[in-house]
């Protein structure tokens, strides 16, 4: 939201007394210009810079990969700064259009980008009506390098490190990334760590780690997306990947910048659907009540069976027990795996399934917002999932996931810390950033942006990935810490980005 400032002119009248002549009174006062703050790039040199990471150092945003938001990298950005203190050209592996997605031999594998549909957001084929051909194809149209952006989205610590993540042939083994695949060229096994030492950096940028654990929340926690080992794996602990990154790309004296990660369940992904969005009308209410009755009754029979054995409590008989009412606000019945197994008690128990209706503690998947109140079996009313059938653990992170978490997060961001201090590398904390933007928002310049979805500037329709302001609010703040670091002064020179001159979103017919 813009900030509108007004500037209140405070008009003082001079009285004069009739002694006084004219040219006593200086009406052209002197105004002193201080002489402009010459850029430096202090002890960095930025003219050969390249960025590695993720989907944030790609320019992702509202789901997908697109030339205009490319354009809006927060690598490219620094990049246009960087290029008034030294710095050179900085070459990106652009898509072929402002769609979206990516095709492999004309088979669609990646669909195009979100856009705003008036209430929220909608496939860009909704909001055009018509088919959109997506016309960036891994096999048929590569672009060329070298490349200076190596962000890859969906890439993980260990996936920088390791060969063949590039290799077209291994795609369909689940083995490589196809975004990785368009920069690879002729040299299909090359890893993302080789293809950036061999262009000899003078400065990079590194973020990354952020899918170590994004992985795992975006699927609920169900497992087949897990956390990356803090450590103790070879290839794969977060701990070796990231030492194994700092070592290699400081050895020949380059200098960078990076980034820790951020507390990713803050982001609009998971703080958009409310855990209560089902309405109900008393009869319907009643209906779905009578369905849980033969659970309930269940549980009520277990807890006095188990009285006195402190296995099954008062307070869990509670929390598991289902109930609706007449209102709009009722709380979606979830899958939870951290309940007691009754049945593994006691065998007469278990036709009890693991389930309970959600609280304000649990946090449902932005996707979970399409799914709610669609039906498990076509036409039979008596099947609306999140109502009569429970949502799986795809849909909602639980209390106890997100303690996962949040203990992974602060075990990377220890290492990152700690191995960024080492080797002397600016250190940008986009974990507290992340904290501001939810807890009240950050205002720059006449604009405050927020982590609410659409609303907020700050995040784009995906819910994950920033919008171009907000990867505008990330350059700046890599730019100060750089300052912090190098002694260059990007910010006190006047040279930090205005946000406020970057969109918030892309228009259904950007070609």
Not at 126 to 133: I, M, N
Request: glycine share 12%.
């Amino acid at each position: 939201m813009k900030n509108l400032k007004f500037i209140y002119i405070s008009i003082g009248i001079l009285a004069f007394t009739a002694c006084n002549d004219p040219e006593d009174v200086d009406l052209s006062p002197e105004v002193i210009v201080e002489d402009p703050v010459e850029l430096t790039a202090g002890s960095a040199d930025f003219s050969n810079y390249v960025a590695l990471g993720n989907s944030l150092t790609a320019g992702f945003t509202d789901g997908a990969l697109f030339q205009a938001s490319q354009s809006m990298s927060l690598p490219n950005l620094l990049s246009q700064k960087f290029s008034l203190a030294g710095g050179g050209s900085f070459v990106q592996p652009l898509t072929n259009d402002n769609f979206g997605g990516l095709a492999a031999g004309g088979e669609r594998i990646q669909d195009p980008r979100l856009v705003f549909g008036g209430a929220g957001p909608v496939p860009l084929e909704a909001a055009l009506g018509a088919s959109v051909t997506v016309s960036t194809d891994i096999v048929l149209n590569n672009p060329t390098g070298p490349f200076n952006n190596l962000g890859v989205p969906g890439a993980k610590s260990f996936h920088l490190l390791a060969p063949g993540y590039g290799n077209l042939a291994n795609v369909s083994l689940g083995l490589a990334n196809p975004y990785f695949v368009r920069m690879t060229g002729n040299t299909p096994d090359i890893s993302v760590l080789e293809m950036a030492v061999s262009q000899a950096p003078s400065f990079f940028s590194l973020w990354i780690g952020n899918n170590d654990v994004l992985g795992y929340a975006t699927t609920g926690g169900d497992g087949t997306n897990p956390i990356t080992p803090v450590s103790g794996v070879p290839g794969v602990g977060f701990d070796g990947s990231y030492g194994a990154l700092i070592a290699t790309l400081t050895a020949g004296g380059a200098k960078g910048v990076v980034a820790n990660i951020p507390n990713v369940v803050d982001i609009p992904h998971f703080t958009t659907v409310p855990h209560n969005p089902v309405p109900l009308d008393a009869a319907t209410a009643a209906a779905v009540n009578g369905a849980y009755a033969q659970y309930n009754g269940g549980l009520q029979a277990a807890f006095g069976a188990l009285a006195g054995t402190g296995l099954f409590t008062q307070e869990e008989l509670e929390a598991r027990t289902i109930n609706f009412v007449e209102g709009p606000n009722n709380a979606v019945v979830i899958e939870d795996e951290s309940l007691t197994d009754l049945g593994a008690i006691n065998p007469a128990f278990a036709a009890l399934p693991k389930i309970r209706q959600a609280t304000a503690n649990d946090l449902l998947v932005l996707t979970a917002s399409n799914f709610i109140g669609t039906l498990a079996v076509p036409g039979n009313p008596l099947s609306v999932n999140g109502v009569a059938v429970p949502l799986a653990d795809k849909w909602v992170l639980i209390p106890s996931e997100q303690e996962e978490i949040a203990v992974a997060i602060e075990a990377f961001n220890q290492i990152i810390e700690a191995t960024a201090a080492q080797a002397g590398l600016a250190l940008v904390d986009a974990n507290s950033l992340l904290n501001q933007l939810a807890n009240g928002g950050i205002t720059s310049g006449d604009f405050t942006l927020t982590s609410s979805l659409v609303t907020g500037s700050a995040f784009s329709l995906d819910g994950v990935h920033p919008t171009a302001r907000g990867y505008a609010l990330l350059a700046n703040e890599f730019m100060k810490a750089i300052d912090a670091t190098y002694g260059s002064n990007f910010e006190a020179s006047g040279n930090l980005l205005d946000v406020g001159d970057y969109p918030t979103n892309y228009s259904p017919t950007l070609q």
